[in-house]
């Protein structure tokens, strides 16, 4: 495929320093806010230290940027990727094509909302901590009154739980993903409660 990357575990210190210098270029030209772009150097940095130069570096620019300007907290948040694309002066599928890597490679967390537009949670940042956070915890005390009690909350009413703290509660997402984010936390709360049990059935 044309824009396929091949993966560099080893990318110099030099290489990645040019590439945030050419993003930054890139993002000073678009006049693009330092609040976004100083986000997305990181998300730059990030990815080709991971996966190695881009063939398209401007694409990869974009893509960063457009990741960043989808946090969750700014839903609503209308603008389209054929939009976005327009005005950075980019072809749309270049565009598609990094957004996809970027979030396949550094484990990116997916939320659309009723119109299907995108919304991206970074797992090394505060939403993702905070669900983590919720979820250890909340399962933790489920499993420990399992032991003392008998019987075991199900999964279910536990994410429902979870979700309605999260959003309605902590308000660390919109409650616009609730039912996307119920998804992501039962699966959370499944392997976290394997993880325990499995850690108190050891002899």
Not at 57 to 77: E, I, M, Q, T
Not at 170 to 194: G, H, M, N
Request: with cysteine.
């Amino acid at each position: 495929m044309y824009h396929s990357e091949e993966a560099h575990p080893a990318v110099s210190p030099q290489i990645v320093v040019n590439m945030i210098q050419d993003a930054y270029g890139f993002y000073t030209e678009h006049k693009i806010d330092e609040r976004y772009s100083a986000v997305a150097l990181d998300l730059v940095r990030r990815y080709v230290s991971q996966v190695g130069v881009p063939r398209e570096s401007d694409s990869l620019f974009g893509a960063a940027l457009y990741v960043v300007s989808r946090h969750p907290w700014s839903h609503p948040n209308p603008l389209t990727k054929t939009e976005f694309a327009t005005r950075l002066r980019l072809k749309e599928s270049s565009l598609e094509w990094y957004t996809d890597s970027i979030v396949d490679s550094l484990g990116f967390i997916v939320l659309r909302d009723r119109t299907q537009m995108p919304f991206y949670i970074d797992p090394e940042g505060t939403i993702a901590s905070v669900i983590d956070s919720v979820v250890r915890g909340s399962v933790g005390e489920e499993v420990v009154l399992s032991v003392v009690r008998g019987g075991v909350v199900a999964p279910s009413a536990l994410a429902e739980r979870i979700v309605d703290r999260l959003c309605n509660v902590v308000k660390i997402i919109p409650p616009a993903f609730e039912q996307e984010l119920y998804t992501i936390v039962q699966r959370k709360i499944e392997a976290e409660s394997d993880r325990l049990l499995g850690q108190l059935r050891r002899r």
